[in-house]
């Protein structure tokens, strides 16, 4: 029998081919839990659904969960291990288009794009009452990257050409992963403290969450930006909506929010100083692809017995060399 692969929702046409070519049999799901393909499936593409430890332990045949992107927040990736589940995410596909978002976003809030464009994109255009807005150069300034794995380094990348001075944060990067031009920094406090712009990037994990709190944006420079790139729940947006509306910061430029999709007012939304975009940093045909064929290589590992490609953890019970259908 073909082992079943369970999609929370429909994966795309690369993932399904690459499956099929590979003998696998796969069942699109809703959006919703469909509990009966829970507990017969073998491999879970989980699309943007909650699997935590209850639904996990209805999945007695699961081998493994392969995920489109990065963030992993919401999967048990504790229960995955202990239950003998392969927790895979692919973690490198959106890099390029995360970090072109972030550039977008943070040119836009520079250039003050959003009070500009909406004076003048009407039909009766305001054209002196936009040119009270002044914009920033970037030439000089320094950037801040919280967090320096692939997306925090393209963005230093791109940003260098605009002659700043760019510096990171991150506990967890080795110091050959710093750059001649990036200056490495070891607190939070000195990175919000020098910064012109700053531009989240940690995992968005349990560890992270607030990880911009009170305290950091207290911190930062009344004329400093802040951008948010990285999942919702890293920054505390209470705190940022108290900053911006007393003007302790300039603005912020966010993809991400605490909950989402944002339904009903959110104050974030309302501001002139800051830029909103619905969490679709990652939405290019480029990236999906990518993220296709990269889950389909994590569940084809599995069954071949080897590690996913992938993989972030060490499923109890399970090594290399098991065969999943012995």
């Not at 912020?252 to 104050?267: C, K, S």
């Not at 064929?293 to 992938?310: K, L, Q, T």
Request: aromatic letters at 8%; hydrophobic letters at 45%.
């Amino acid at each position: 029998m073909n082992k079943l692969v369970y999609f929370y929702t429909p994966g795309g046409e690369l993932v399904n081919r690459l499956l099929t070519e590979a003998g696998f049999e796969i069942v699109n799901g809703n959006g919703t839990v469909d509990h009966e393909l829970l507990a017969k499936c073998d491999a879970l593409v989980p699309g943007k659904g909650v699997f935590r430890r209850d639904l996990l332990e209805e999945a007695k045949n699961l081998k493994i969960i392969s995920k489109f992107g990065v963030g992993m927040d919401r999967i048990d990736i504790d229960a995955c291990t202990e239950l003998g589940i392969w927790a895979c995410n692919t973690p490198l596909v959106n890099y390029v288009a995360v970090s072109e978002h972030t550039a977008a976003l943070l040119l836009a809030a520079a250039k003050r794009f959003l009070p500009v464009v909406s004076r003048v994109h009407r039909e009766e255009p305001d054209w002196f009452g936009a040119h009270k807005f002044t914009s920033i150069e970037l030439m000089g300034k320094t950037l801040a990257l919280i967090g320096f794995g692939h997306i925090g380094q393209r963005v230093a990348r791109l940003f260098s050409t605009f002659e700043m001075n760019i510096v990171a944060y991150d506990p967890f990067a080795d110091d050959s992963a710093f750059p001649d031009y990036v200056t490495r920094v070891h607190t939070l406090d000195e990175a919000a403290a020098c910064a012109d712009f700053v531009s989240v990037h940690a995992a968005g994990e349990k560890s992270t969450e607030h990880l911009i709190d009170a305290h950091f944006l207290s911190l930062m420079k009344p004329t400093a930006i802040l951008i948010n790139t990285t999942r919702g729940f890293v920054v505390d947006e209470e705190a940022l909506i108290k900053a911006l509306q007393e003007k302790r910061i300039a603005g912020a430029a966010l993809d991400v929010f605490n909950t989402e999709p944002v339904t009903g007012r959110n104050e974030l939304m309302c501001m002139e100083n800051v830029i909103t975009t619905p969490h679709c940093a990652a939405n290019t045909p480029e990236a999906r692809l990518r993220s296709q064929r990269d889950a389909a290589a994590n569940i084809i590992a599995c069954f071949n017995g080897e590690r996913p490609p992938f993989a972030l953890n060490n499923p109890i019970g399970v090594s290399k060399s098991d065969k999943s259908d012995e």
